[in-house]
């Protein structure tokens, strides 16, 4: 299953909080893309719940986030290498 994670680091938005979240992405997914500055596209066997747990342990109480399955129909104008990792997993 492929998960899209997004998020917003609202009041502290230093390049350490999103390395952060880059080592926990990185550390957990099976594979992953970063099509977006704040947004991860991430292989994975847990779920949307598990996700949202790990963000949340890396944020800070005024931050945001969203876990979504991706699932057709989808659309989007993302670099090709993107949409050559995500047809085939989805």
Known sequence: MVLLLSYD???KERP???EAVATAIKGKAIS????????WLVETDE???VWSDLL???ADEDDGWLVVRVQPPY???LASD???????RV
């Not at 992953?32 to 947004?39: A, D, E, T, V």
């Open 32 to 39: 992953y893309r970063r099509p977006l500055y704040s947004q």
């Open 82 to 88: 993107v949409w050559e990792w995500l047809r085939p």
């Open 47 to 49: 779920s949307p719940q």
């Open 75 to 77: 659309q989007g104008w």
């Open 56 to 58: 949340s342990s890396v």
């Open 9 to 11: 680091l609202r009041g």
């Open 16 to 18: 350490e909080n999103y």
